[in-house]
Every structure is written in structure tokens, then in C-alpha cells.
């Protein structure tokens, strides 16, 4: 009898074994240290932002996406818990070199998908389709882009924001002032102190920074876009294991009403009501086994 169970010890040690030698890549390096290392944006609400209300961890519509990921990681790696470890990454090249370099995992921000970047990293299944606009105060409105002409516009260099509204100027022939900053909050205390004109930035990230705001009376965005910005989450470039269970977390996710209830969550309830866009964008992604 004492053989008997033994042996069944030891086969089950073997199996345990082989699993853990078919993991690769990130699955493979969560399996053996047990964390989950989660890249994120700290002032770029809706999509990720520090939230000192939700016990010191940063919170968001991405942030919501990547824990429903974490769900199916932990399972893929077989692990009944997983430590999620979240890096604040700010400036669009740190996001990135943090995916490169290892340094974190996934990143769960509002990183626009384009080819340049998928030379060197991967993107997931797309989270998100927004576009450019303004945001300026209340007595001095800029209603739309055309409105640009002549005036200041600060916005976060390096961003696929800053290449379109830089590529708008050029090809309108628009005698526009562009202001460079770093990040959203910058933006922010420029255009409250009257300092520019305008802030261009992704508008759900623009209707984020008002909701978070004293008083939302003094805001008005433009009621037309400069650009297509359709996001995803980041990953390492060839690692297709791990960029299969996020895909199939998130796929499942679009396939059921709960994706329909973040977004109320995150963005719907601000009166940003959810596009045809953004609707097909759920469906066509909901991709079945």
C-alpha cells in the first residue's frame, strides 16, 4: 500500500514537472516567482490612475481589463494565487522599454496601437477606439479643431497624439503653436493657469482629467477628432503563450454582458456614451474557440 501511494507521488510530481517545463516565456517566469507584473499610466483616467480610495493599488477601465487577465493567468500557469505587482510608467518610451527590457509583464495604460511600436513590442486583442480632440475652458471654448488656427496647444510628446495634431498642422496649413509636456497633470495646470490655449490629448483621457476636476462647468472638449487612436495592452513581442491567454480572457470578456458593465462603470456613467465603433469593436473581438 505504502509503494502504491508513493508511486502515485511520484507520477504526480512528473506531471507537475512537465507542465511547468511546457510553460515559456512570461508564463513560465510567473510560474516559478509567483507575481504578476503590471505596467500602468498613474494620471490617466478613466483607462489607469492612482487611486488613494482603493487601498494604494492604481484602478481604471485598463487596470479592471488586465486583473480579469491575471484570472486566467493564474489559471494557465496553475497557480491558485499570483502577487500583482504594479509599475508606474509615465512618459510613452519608459512603457515601452519596460516591455522590452522585461521589466514588467503587461502594460495596462492607453497605449495606442501602431506599426513602429509592434516592431517592438506586441499588443492584445484591442481594448479601446477614442480619437484626438481639445480641451479647453469654458469662456474661451475651442468647439473644433478648425478652431486651432492661431492659438497654443500644449501636448504630451511622443504620444501618436502629438504626431497627429503635428501631421493636422501640416496638412490644414494652420498657423498653430504646439506646447511639449510630459504628462496629463502638466497639461492640466498649464491650461488652468491660462497658459495655453488648449489641451489636445485622446478624449476619453481628456474627459478622464475633467471628471477629476473641482468643478467640470469650466471644461469644454471639441466636438469633432484629429485622429484614430484604437488602444491595446502591451506585451513582449513573440511571447504567443502568454499573448494567447490574455486574448482569450479578453475575448471571453467582450463575449459577455460584464464588458458592457465596465465600460458603464469606467466611462459610461461621465455621460460618454458607448460609439457603434466601439460596440462592433466588443463583437467582432469576441472570437469563440
Known amino acids: 500500500m505504502v509503494r502504491i501511494v508513493t508511486l502515485i507521488l511520484i507520477a504526480g510530481a512528473f506531471v507537475t514537472q512537465a507542465n511547468a517545463q511546457e510553460l515559456t516565456g512570461t508564463l513560465k517566469r510567473i510560474a516559478e516567482t509567483g507575481e504578476f507584473r503590471i505596467g500602468y499610466v498613474p494620471d490617466a483616467p478613466p483607462m489607469s490612475y492612482d487611486d488613494a480610495d482603493a487601498d494604494g493599488n492604481p484602478t481604471g477601465y485598463s487596470i479592471a481589463l488586465c486583473r480579469n ?7 494557465a500557469v496553475g497557480l ?21 527590457s522585461h521589466d514588467v509583464d503587461i502594460e495596462c495604460g492607453a497605449t495606442t496601437i501602431t506599426l513602429s511600436r509592434r516592431e517592438q513590442v506586441d499588443f492584445t486583442l484591442m481594448t479601446f477606439i477614442t480619437g484626438g480632440a481639445v480641451l479647453s475652458l469654458t469662456g474661451s ?11 497654443t496647444v500644449a501636448v504630451i510628446r511622443g504620444t ?7 501631421d493636422y498642422i501640416v496638412n490644414n496649413d ?5 506646447r511639449m509636456i510630459n504628462t496629463h497633470t502638466e497639461g492640466m495646470e498649464l491650461l488652468n493657469a491660462g497658459k495655453v490655449d488648449g489641451y489636445a490629448s485622446d478624449r476619453t483621457m481628456l474627459v478622464g482629467q475633467v471628471v477629476r476636476s473641482e468643478d467640470r462647468s469650466r471644461y469644454s472638449i471639441s466636438r469633432d477628432v484629429f485622429s484614430f487612436e484604437p488602444y491595446a495592452l502591451m506585451l513582449t513581442r513573440g511571447d504567443t503563450d502568454f499573448r494567447l491567454v490574455a486574448d482569450r480572457a479578453l475575448a471571453r470578456l467582450y463575449g459577455s454582458a460584464r464588458i458592457r458593465r465596465l ?6 456613467r461621465y455621460g460618454e456614451p458607448m460609439t457603434p465603433i466601439l460596440e462592433a469593436m466588443y463583437e467582432f473581438q469576441a472570437i469563440g474557440e
Not at 87 to 96: C, G
Open 141 to 151: 471654448s475651442i468647439n473644433s479643431v478648425a478652431d486651432l488656427t492661431e492659438k
Open 160 to 166: 501618436t497624439t502629438h504626431a497627429a495634431i503635428r
Open 174 to 178: 494652420f498657423n498653430i503653436t504646439l
Open 69 to 75: 487577465i491575471a484570472n486566467a493567468v493564474k489559471k
Open 263 to 268: 465600460y458603464h462603470d469606467w466611462i459610461g
Open 80 to 100: 491558485e494565487e499570483i502577487k500583482l505587482t504594479y509599475v508606474p510608467l509615465i512618459l510613452p518610451e519608459d512603457r515601452i522599454n519596460a516591455v522590452v
